[in-house]
């Protein structure tokens, strides 16, 4: 490993995820029940956490299964929170809805927010202004990024930071390809083109000077050739020093989605990524599948405070948390 490389890794060596403190449990402890998908913002003026965070159930439970339930919560601690807001996904009129991100904005909050559109059954990226976290409401949902808009088969899962003028938005796309007769409708009949197999699913990024008329720009992180070879998801991005640190998830085949596991990136200018785990993930969880994902992180008084879901003994995932003191 170069030495810039060793640098970089060196801010943060891996961790047991297993020693996380459970904020947010599963419905049920079974496979296919999860409560993860975090996204965390620190408010220095007002020394408050707010999380985001979705609530899963099985597909096979028809109209009640898949990401039902999504919810923005407070603490003054980092680790004890309470539900300030939440959207089912019958409000939206959505099969599933995924990851949200929030951040500030003149005047109150932004929150973006993934769900399958219901008109094409392929996922698209909203978002909602309101000038207290308790005040969304889906009404006033706007799109950000589509699927057409993007000329992808399905964008979804933000991150979202804004630096000077400039809103980033990092997103999991399903790459767009040519399809065999009746093959892509079939795909997005069966609800979700993310489960089949179909494309590939690296991230993408746009950029927006409003926060809200957004411009994509395609790859910036494209999957690899081994354990992340068919999806690399770019979940988090922290600034250190002249540069970015980025965490991601990656799955080598389909048959790995939900259960991805936690690689790290870096780079200079947020459009041009390095993977700097290219043989091997950087975290694996001890249970089951090892699955750690969703990996968001900030940086407090010099100490890391990590956020990520992670699978249990019994297939289903929780929603952790640890403080990790910078190395």
């Known amino acids: 490993m170069p030495a810039c490389q060793r640098r970089v890794m060196a801010l943060l060596a891996p961790f047991n995820p297993a020693d996380g403190i459970v904020l947010r449990e599963p419905e049920r402890g079974e496979p296919g029940y999860w409560a993860g998908c975090p996204s965390v913002l620190f408010e220095p003026d007002k020394q408050r956490f707010l999380l985001t965070y979705r609530q899963r159930r099985p597909q096979e439970m028809d109209a009640g299964g898949r990401g039902w339930r999504c919810a923005l919560a407070a603490s003054n601690d980092g680790v004890h929170f309470h539900d300030l807001w939440e959207v089912h996904k019958s409000e939206l009129a959505t099969p599933s809805m995924e990851r949200c991100s929030l951040i500030p904005a003149p ?52 991150y979202v930071l804004r630096i000077g003028p400039v809103t980033y938005m990092f997103a999991s796309f399903a790459a767009p390809r040519a399809f065999a007769a009746g093959e892509q409708e079939r795909a997005h009949r069966a609800g979700d083109i993310y489960n089949t197999g179909a494309t590939i699913l690296p991230t993408g990024l746009a950029t927006s000077l409003d926060g809200t008329g957004f411009r994509w720009h395609g790859t910036v992180l494209g999957v690899g050739e081994g354990w992340d070879r068919y999806q690399a998801r770019l979940s988090c991005v922290v600034p250190i020093g002249p540069g970015y640190l980025g965490f991601y998830d990656g799955s080598a085949e389909v048959g790995e989605n939900y259960e991805e596991r936690c690689g790290v990136a870096a780079s200079g200018d947020l459009w041009h990524w390095e993977r700097l785990t290219t043989r091997e993930p950087w975290i694996v969880g001890p249970h089951g599948t090892g699955s750690v994902r969703y990996l968001d992180a900030l940086i407090l008084d010099g100490e890391w405070w990590i956020y990520y879901e992670m699978a249990r003994p019994d297939g289903a995932h929780d929603l952790r948390a640890q403080q990790i003191p910078i190395t």
């Open 107 to 158: 005047g109150g909050y932004r929150l973006y927010i993934s769900y399958v559109d219901p008109a094409d059954k392929r996922w698209r990226i909203d978002v909602m202004e309101a000038a207290e976290p308790a005040s969304f409401a889906t009404e006033s949902a706007r799109p950000a990024l589509t699927a057409t808009g993007t000329g992808t088969e399905g964008v979804k899962d933000p």
